[in-house]
């Protein structure tokens, strides 16, 4: 991020939270792809994504008086994001990220088979290893971060790393 | 390297992989795994691309500005009016709908949304939405186009005999529609029904109709419903408004203002437009019935009103029962079904509520007329559902009911079918009279039903398909089928003796067996016919579920068809002669026991009689002799005399026959001690706790038996005894499994003590363990029983002598490796003595068991 988009952001942040769409419309415009990207990560459906992604920023503006310049703003996306995502799969009564369904229509090169598989076999693991890997390698997270959207010690997310890497290779070593 | 590090450096090869963005499978499982992420990585990535939501909700957003909230109420209309209806969000029908998508679509089909662009035509169900650019939808009877990322839902369905479409839309965007006359610009998520009535649910943005009809425009998250038929509005906004009736808007900045929504659907001239800044609340006056917002149920209910009276003389009935039964009924958490009782109905109108959409049976019933059915359809373009329900006094059938030899039965019930569940003692209902006839009035005219006679001891049945036509009489006779005749012998004890005159009684009735012990009547038939033997002031239940043994009882089967009569044979073996016990009660210097109570309790049941009344009590007379009559035979008794708080066991009885049993016990008396040994090997044999339980002196003057104590050491004592002869050996019928069998001896005790008795026993080798068994906090734990199977089937549960420190000893069979200890109040433990020396003593914790 150049300086001036970051001054410019700080620009949008400040009016969105005096209330102006304009700012707000910036600062999603800004955030939309990662949220996105986020969202689609979780639950596997675009459409659902989409709507979870409107839902977020919904929220974001709802919030904004209460929302302090503290912290990344994208982390209190995430977190939010997160809980929509969360909410939105137990509704659906699936707690299964990445849905193998996703990739119907995909024409499958060798990546993209590859890509399939793995996330066949993240679909199989139990959802909080499932989670970590998502954030860890999808999201590009550190561990640090992890543990606070997830609200967890920072020694549980290493220990579902490890043991969602260990099942992980176990099935791809057989 | 650890596993650890080896864990590390994959999450590590992972992060690097992805970092350089390629996805090329290499050889390893590990690489081929970080490919994998790098892979999956930019998949999402690039679809999340997509995905631009940015204008939609900053719309959004200015939408929520100025938040209205609620109508309170939604209400009202004439249920002619509505023609709008709710639907859930996915199922929709509809034929014939043509879509000009040139941008790209998706259709929601099972399950999932599926891609189609250019014309096509689909049929039910449908949901449609637009990609990128408008696509335009037809249908017979109307037309309209949806915006980019819309979705619409149509319905077209037969059952709601709706002629033209509905259509529910949800719509972020503008959407223009033409429906017939009417043009609408509409956005939020409403219905709209085809004739131009309007009802807007939550989300409502703004709606305008082409020919001035109606205009309503609120409200995010509030409802308004509006109709032709509505007769007033009353708006009330307290932090403010604008209401547009008939081209004039008002602006209320405070309080309430009232807009006048007069008009009919003939000559439609009402205008309502509402624009609320915070909050509102309107409320129309209700009409005479019709649909509903359920605020609980969040969907439109219906109400139905309807008059009953008499066909013939045109008088109100006031008194009635309406049965209402769904047919089609398409609200989702509708009830289906129900039974309502109406009284003193005034003019005998009625009034219905809370009823889903969709197509409902009445059946209305009241005393003295033929029910009536009717059916009803509850939708959006139905006229007022008014019912009017002529009842008349409906034909009579008159007839008789007969035993199966065509005997009339008097005070069989005879009921109109057709009236099942709640409120059937509306039924037209007939009792028949001495001769078995019966007059039944208030039958249906000109549509088929049926009758059903019943009598509790004949069974009922049913007569089917009778029809009169109009002030028709029919006569029917109806025979009862249902008589089962139930026989068998009476005998008693072992030998099969024949009980002469005994009392067997069925279902209000009795006889007495013959000299045979036979006996024989005739009783309803029943699936659980109830039989009982009466001896004496006890009644012993005839059980017909066990016989014959391979075919539950179920006698309807065996009806025969031209006696009806079902038939079926019990023999009965009564379970228990009465027997005398008595004996003398004395003390080991022979002074009598006087007025010593002794308690009696049974611990044998071979005869299976059920001993109910045992513990029993008695007392000895100054003579110390006890005596206690019509004791059950064939049973095992234990004796123990109870002094103060003691109780002391004196020593059991086994009543073989119905005689007078005898049996002396002296209280302090001698002790009879020895030694198991081993036949073969002449060691000491510690008999098995199971083997010990049948191992007994009884005396050979009368019929006391005693118990020995044996002690793991393989020596065994009995104490308390009289002075006499005794005879050691098993006691108890000799097919009960022992796991050892003793040499038997006869021995005389003459004085207070003889020892050194020597018993040669056969068996299984056995092992004595000891065991420590304490609560989880290491305390003593009272009445620890100890329970294990025996190799053959059962098992025995036999009681211990603890120790202070809850050290316990048995003795089993080598061949037993599995015992449990059970302690009231306490869980079961399980000790699996495979692989342990019975020399180390076993630890057993016991753990309370967990309250309910």
Redo the contacts between chains.
Sequence with gaps: MTVDSSDRLDAAMDGFKQGDPDCFQEMVEHHQQSIATFCLRYVGSADAACDLTQEVFLTLWRERKRYRHRGKLKSFLLTIARNRCLAHLKRERKVVPLRPEMDRRTAESDSELLGRDLRHSIHRLQPDFAEVLILRYLEDMDLQEIAELTEQPLGTVKSRLHRALEQLRRDWHD | MT??DD?QA??KA??ER?AKGE???EQS??E??A???S???????N????????????A???R?RGILVPMRRWIPVAAAAMAVLFFGQQALWAKNIKIHAPGGAQIWTDGG?ESVKGDLQVDTPLRLRSDRDPVSISAPEWSGSIASRSVVGIANEKALDLERGQIRINTESPISLELGAIRATVQGDMGVGSNGEIAMTNKVRAMTAGIGVVAIVAIYSGYVVFSGEAKSMRIDAPAGAIVDASGEVKRTDLGSAEGQLAGSRSEPKGVGRLVGLTKAVAEMEEGPTGGFWDEDAQTVRFSLGGEVFDAQTGVPIEDFDVDLSGLAVRSFDAPQDRSVHIADAKDGQFRLSGLGLGRWSLLVRADGYAPSRQEVTLDAVTADPYLVVPLSQGGRVSGTVTDWKGKGLQDATVILGDCNGKGKERCPTAKTDAKGTFILVGAPEERPFSIQAHHPRYGFADHHNLQLGEGETKHVTIQLSGILKVMGYVYQGKDKKPVVGTEVRGEEQSTRTDEGGYYEMLIPLARHPEVQVVTGTQTHPVRFGSYPKNRSVEPIQWVEADTHVAELQKDFLLAQESAVLTGRISYANNTPAAETKVEISNHMGWAQREHETFPEQTVTDADGTYRIEGIPAHAGYILRVIQGDEKRKLGTVVIDEPREVVADFTIGGGTIRGQFVDSQSGESFPLSQDSCGRFGAMSQKDDAIYWARCLDDGSFEFRDMAVGAYRLGLIGPEKLRVDAQFEEQVVELTGSMLDGLEISVKGDKTATWTARITNESGRFVPGVMLRYHYSLGGSRTSSMDQADDGTVKFTITTDQTQVYFDAPGYVSAELDLSNRDPSVVIDVKLSLAKKR
């Excluded at chain 2, 892979?39 to 990535?45: D, G, V």
């Excluded at chain 2, 679809?47 to 900053?58: D, L, Y």
């Design positions: 596993e650890h864990l994959l999450d992972i992060k992805i996805n090329r499978c499982a590990d081929k795994l490919a994998a992420f892979s999956l990585r930019q998949e999402t990535a679809q999340g691309a997509k995905i631009n939501i940015a204008s939609q909700v900053t959004r957003v200015q929520r949304w």
